[in-house]
């Protein structure tokens, strides 16, 4: 059957490519530029090394040695092009936090399309998963601002950077659509390593500043489910699904064990698609810890079984959301969507052709942050496009692997001229590009 691009419903112009690219292209165009009298505008920078990560190219020579001019400035409205040297120089002293508004335009544009409607979870709020991850290490390239763990057998040095990432997920979507993350450095002044909570402390007061209204449920991981967290994200009014595990809080599983045992415990189950049986368990007022016995929580177990009744999954959580027997499984579901930050978030970065653990230029100041944030905004504008852009999402279901689009993508950026992104999205899309005769060379 053949394609017809006519029938496919129009995207929504400032959710397309095109029209995220101008947005970002506006916002870069107010950064302050402190330098005098520039060969390349700041602007131009920044959208080159979007476009790096745009086009998934593997370093920042490969994107030099085959980027084309006339499509750098018709798909990402660059003037004037930097070298890979150029890029680096220009970018390594630019504040990362910066970037943070680029973010928040596109975050903007989402809810002024009401896009992000179908991401609602529970009682008008999202589910926000955070999780932690490195994107650089050496022994021997590093700045500033690395963290630094040393060999206690070698004594040799390892530098790396780290960044706390956050998404508003769905059990229902693919599609993630990321914040800007927060980068776990050495901060100014210090000389000791940051560490994960004291960004998370950063981050949630970024959040909550940039999103005062937005209604989140926060998800993460057993490291968070700790008093001091718990109470912090009480303090900026965000709910939370944290994970828990026996091992760190005994006294909490001893007073489940009580209460499912006493018969003040809930207990719903349900037949699984693929056979074998679910079942939620729940509880609610109960003490978090023996040093916390006035910060209580509603405790939730997961239990999985096959068609043996073999258990084959196990989780527990813990929440301060009112649990019932109508939602305690789509409670569930929220809490084990916070995979999806670490796989259609960090794995996709890493193993889909973003080439995140790459170092595209380290610098002395800010660089690799820089990149790590450039790196996160191409995610940004390609996720937003995956949950809006119709034209888009048939073009990624032609390809097994996003790799493979990526590959595509390339080969006919360099080779062919286009006047938009969705001009290249229709001939992927339609295979012309199979068409074109190869070039007869003048051999007389």
């Known amino acids: 059957m053949k394609l017809n691009v006519s029938t496919l419903p129009q995207p929504r112009q400032h959710l397309s490519a095109d029209g995220l690219f101008a947005t970002l292209r506006a916002r870069f165009g107010k950064f302050t530029d402190a330098r005098t009298d520039p060969a390349i505008p700041l602007e131009d920078a920044l959208l080159s090394g979007l476009a790096v990560f745009a086009l998934k190219d593997p370093s920042l020579l490969a994107f030099e040695e085959r980027r084309s001019q006339r ?11 930097p070298s890979d040297t150029q890029m680096r120089e220009i970018l390594d002293p630019l504040d990362p936090e910066q970037l ?14 009401k896009a992000l409607e ?7 709020a999202y589910l926000l998963a955070l999780d932690g991850t490195g994107y650089f290490s050496s022994t021997k390239v590093h700045c500033p601002s690395c963290l630094e763990k040393v060999n206690s057998k070698t004594g040799v040095t390892t530098y790396h950077h780290q960044m706390l990432g956050a998404a508003l997920v769905h059990p229902d979507s693919r599609a993630v659509i990321p914040l800007a993350p927060e980068p776990i450095i050495k901060q100014d002044g210090t000389t000791k390593n ?14 909550r500043r940039e999103h005062p209204h937005l209604k989140l449920i926060v998800i993460e991981d057993a490291l968070a489910s700790n008093a001091p967290h718990i109470e912090e994200l009480m303090r900026h009014q965000m709910h939370y699904i944290l994970g828990v595990k026996p091992g760190d809080h005994k006294f909490l599983f001893d007073r489940w064990v009580e209460a499912h045992d006493g018969g ?8 699984l698609p693929k056979g074998g049986t679910g079942e939620a368990s729940f509880a609610h007022g109960l003490p978090l810890n023996g040093s916390h016995q006035d910060l209580r929580i509603n405790f939730l177990q997961y239990v999985e079984t096959d068609h043996t009744g073999k258990t084959v999954k196990q989780f527990t959580w813990v929440t301060d959301l009112d649990i019932t027997q109508d939602n305690a499984r789509h409670l569930v579901a929220g809490a084990r969507a916070r995979w999806k930050i670490e796989n259609e978030t960090f794995n996709t ?4 052709g973003y080439h995140c ?16 944030m450039l790196m996160m905004l191409a995610f940004l504008v390609d996720q937003t496009q995956q949950l809006c852009c119709p034209l888009f999402q048939a073009v990624v279901a032609q390809y097994r692997t996003r790799r493979s689009l990526w590959e595509k993508l390339r080969s006919y950026f360099y080779h062919f001229e286009f006047t938009s992104m969705r001009h290249m999205y229709e001939v992927i899309l339609l295979g012309l590009g199979k068409n074109v005769p190869a070039p007869q060379a003048d051999t007389g």
């Open 71 to 81: 499509n750098l400035r018709a798909l990402f409205g660059i003037e004037r092009a």
């Open 100 to 113: 943070r508004e680029a973010f928040q335009d596109v975050f903007r544009a989402l809810q002024r399309g």
């Open 118 to 124: 179908p991401l609602v979870f529970h009682d008008g």
């Open 194 to 207: 940051d560490c994960e909570r004291n960004a998370c402390k950063r981050l949630l007061e970024k959040i």
């Open 264 to 271: 003040t415990a809930t207990t719903v189950t349900w037949e």
């Open 349 to 352: 970065l890493k193993n889909q």
């Open 357 to 372: 653990e790459h170092n595209f230029g380290h610098g002395q100041r800010n660089l690799s942050v820089v990149f790590a």
